[in-house]
């Protein structure tokens, strides 16, 4: 196609230039927001009783007094035989001439009991339960199954 000066307006009938008409596009972009849908969070607490195994041990004495009256050249001190402590009693009798006399013996055992017994415990478990509503009037389903997030 030959284009000549005529056609693309330097020229024209009267000698003016020709205004050409030019078009201009603008985007306006606007976000609106509308709710969908909804998410919701929440935690239950509830108790369990469990028994559990406890071992108890009891630890109790038992004394035990030994008369002796014997004759003692020296005071003994207090020995272990055991699991018994040995706690020599002396006093000295008047006669023509002072003795020294092992009157008696106290003897202390440490007797050690155990016994497994059963205790009741509660323990709280808490429970994560996610509900998601669809739509603004939709009803509330379970996202995920409450027993995953189970904790112990």
């Not at 009891?58 to 035989?81: C, D, F, G, Y």
């Not at 002072?98 to 009991?113: D, G, Q």
């Not at 155990?114 to 009741?120: K, Q």
């Amino acid at each position: 196609m030959d284009l000549q000066r005529d056609d693309i307006g330097f020229n024209s009938d009267k000698g003016r230039p020709q205004t050409l008409g030019v078009i201009e596009e603008r985007m306006s972009v606007q976000v609106t927001q509308y709710e969908t849908g909804c998410v919701r969070v929440r935690t239950v607490a509830r108790t369990d009783v469990h028994d559990v195994p406890v071992t108890t041990r009891a630890k109790s004495v038992m004394i035990e007094r030994i008369r002796l009256n014997q004759p003692a050249t020296v005071e003994l001190p207090s020995r272990q035989e055991g699991d018994t402590l040995v706690v020599p009693v002396f006093e000295y009798v008047a006669v023509t001439e002072m003795k020294l006399f092992l009157k008696e013996e106290i003897r202390i055992t440490t007797v050690v009991t155990e016994a497994t017994d059963t205790h009741r415990v509660e323990l709280q478990h808490h429970d994560v339960i996610v509900e998601r509503r669809i739509g603004i009037d939709g009803h509330w389903e379970a996202d995920v199954p409450p027993e995953i997030y189970r904790t112990e």
